[in-house]
């Protein structure tokens, strides 16, 4: 009989620090032990005693078809027989080059990366590069991975250990990252009309999903646009998580705003680690060898990760791919918001294309990182464990969005209401 949750726990922590390889995977922030996942298929995983449960992480977002899509699957089959990684260009790396522009109008060209940290750390290297200014701004709450200059008020698990700015991280690289209020606007306006010229990029999540899912109010981001094309400031859109998302041109294709440069991972990779930066071919134009500003990567382009993610984009291309994922994930949200309600229980449910988030508060909107501080801790960690027990798997965090994919059918979705009719009656008694 295979070790319990807590003694598979246990013995994480012997050589791993806390026990994970990723803070927000130790239940931190909703308590017990972490579910030590098997196996998993369709919208389900499968712990080491083979209990499953319906997955809304996704592995935090790539698996837009679902766990072990039997084609992404097969696709790296075919790759990994001839081979791991070389080091040497593919023309794998071509085709995920081609496709990526193809389906991101912003993006003239892009490199590929490791990981979404990499993609982020290099995109404002290039903008420093390209402006030859060293400031730049950032959200409360949006997080773009752990690179020194972005651990200032980060969200995701820096948020859910209680912890905004990390340790370790230069006072000097502080100074030079300035952080303001996600969806104002006017504070945007203020900053950069009094230190523009210091300015060397604005990077922002377009819909946040590090504090929860916050989507951007009307006119922020268009207001983005304006003021970075007034003050000569490049505009940086994080779609690590977005990319692919919430419409098939990610949230810039969503929203109708082009960024200068782009970030992107998860999905383009189908659950493989990947990254990558594009955008205007000037800017991009200036990466070594074909310009001065240094990146290399022994994996970056990967065959193993290409191939996933090649297929993956392949997928999500068929017609009518995303109307149907929104609806469901409207579906959810429109359940469990309806089950909280009849409770009395308070709820906010927002969500932007396979995206969503519960927030546990009386506002009707949660629009920054000071709203999303505000929700009711204690009330998503009975909710996180009541449908823990029912089977149902979500973010071990009230600051991590929730992910529907292609395989969570109507019955998986209705199987998440009623548990959380349950849960929710459970909470109000």
Known sequence: MPANNHELFEQAQKHIPGGVNSPVRAFGSVGGDPVFVKRAKGARFYDEHDQDYIDYVGSWGPMILG????EVIEAVREAAVNGLSFGAPTVAETRMADLLCELVPSMDMVRLTSSGTEATMSAIRLARAHTGRDRIIKFQGNYHGHSDSLLVEAGSGA??????????????FAELTTTLEYNNL???EATLKD??????????????????CIPPKPGFLEGLRKVCDQYGVILIFDEVMTGFRVSLGGAQGYYGITPDLTTLGKVIGGGMPVGAFGGKKEIMQQIAPAG????????SGNPIAMAAGIKTLELIRTPGFYDVLTRRTQTLCDGIKAAADKTGIPLTVQNAGGMFG??????????????????????FKRFFHGMLEQGIYFAPSAFEAGFVSMAHEEADIQAT???AEKVFAQMAS
């Open 186 to 188: 006017e504070q945007v």
């Open 159 to 172: 948020l859910t250990l209680g912890v905004p700015s990390s340790p370790g991280v230069p006072k000097a």
């Open 292 to 299: 001065p500003v240094y990146h290399a990567g022994t994996l």
């Open 358 to 379: 519960l927030f546990f508060t009386d506002k009707d909107c949660v629009a920054n990182f000071n709203d999303a501080t505000a929700c009711d801790g204690d009330a």
């Open 195 to 212: 230190i523009g010229e210091q300015v060397a990029c604005i990077i922002v999540e377009p819909v946040v999903g590090n504090m929860n």
């Open 417 to 419: 209401i009623d548990a």
């Open 67 to 70: 766990h072990a899509h039997p």
